[in-house]
C-alpha cells in the first residue's frame, strides 16, 4: 500500500495509539512530531521494550 511506510521500509509496527475521534488522533499526532526522538523511543521502550511487532494487534 502506497503511502509513508512504503516510501520509508518500514516493516515492523512497534507502537500505535487507538482514538474513537479523528480530530484527536491528528492533534496527537501533531503534537508528537515536536516531542524529540528520546521522547519517542521512551514511549516505544515502556510499552513494548521488546519490539515486537505489533500489527496482528490493529482491526481492519
Not at 21 to 31: F, G, K, S, V
Not at 35 to 48: C, D, P, S, V
Request: glycine share 4%.
Amino acid at each position: 500500500m502506497p503511502g509513508f511506510a512504503k516510501e520509508h521500509g518500514c516493516r515492523t509496527l512497534v507502537w500505535f495509539e487507538r482514538h474513537d475521534d479523528i480530530h484527536d488522533a491528528r492533534l496527537r499526532e501533531l503534537r508528537m512530531k515536536k516531542w524529540k526522538r528520546a521522547w519517542k523511543l521512551g514511549l516505544i521502550e515502556k510499552e513494548n521494550p521488546q519490539w515486537r511487532d505489533l500489527s496482528d494487534r490493529i482491526e481492519h
